[in-house]
């Protein structure tokens, strides 16, 4: 496929000049990347402006004990850098949980066509206001108040509203989640994600499938998150 008409088909490049997608597509790379593969580390400056194609990816950061603490999963058309300008070091890791494709463009030129076209400045603007308003809920989701299995329901609401494919049984996440996984995404051990999960499944809020995660009745989810009555 061209590449402009690549670029134009994202929400993100929706508005943006026509001379800017043309300029953009001259010097965009769609390469792929198995499952398991850093499209970029922590403390490196990347030197492109990357896209989600197809599959979906994961920013995380390093605990101090040595896990990993997923903060985004990101899909189609998302925005993956946490340092679009590149003028510092990157502060998370971005990691391919499926195989995907992303497209990659030269961070000098994206930051040129930011000056000559405010339509991309914009764009850039509401995707990390995006990113801050889910850090946000995310924070408000760390307090002390709030139980571990409201906290991984919360997440497990979220993704199926995000990734959730209707099924005979509920919205199944399209995502592979296995227990450490979710153990990652929760930033506790291995163990008490497992204990979890089933705590959840006893409670009929979620049916597990080998490493696909089922809910039932996402009305009820929202509602054990936010109450904690199942």
Known sequence: MEKK???LELRFFQGIRSETAERLSGKALLRKYERGALIYRAKERIGRVCFQMEGKSILYNMTHSGSRKIIFILGKGELLNDHVLNDHETSVFCEAIETSLVLEFPAAL??????RDF????QV???QERKIWRLGH??????GSIYLERKLAAKLWKLA????????????????????????LLGTPRETASRLC???????????????IIIPDPERMSRFY?????
């Open 5 to 7: 008409k690549l670029i």
């Open 110 to 115: 994206f930051a040129e066509e930011m000056e």
């Open 119 to 122: 339509g991309l400045v914009r």
């Open 125 to 127: 603007i509401a995707a």
């Open 138 to 143: 995310q924070l408000k989701n760390t307090m």
């Open 161 to 184: 509203r995000d990734f959730g494919i209707r099924t005979a049984e509920g919205i199944e996440i399209d995502i592979s989640m296995p227990v450490t996984f979710l153990a990652d």
């Open 198 to 212: 089933k705590t959840l499944t006893e409670n009929g809020l979620i049916i597990m499938k080998k490493k696909k």
């Open 226 to 230: 936010k109450t904690g009555q199942p």
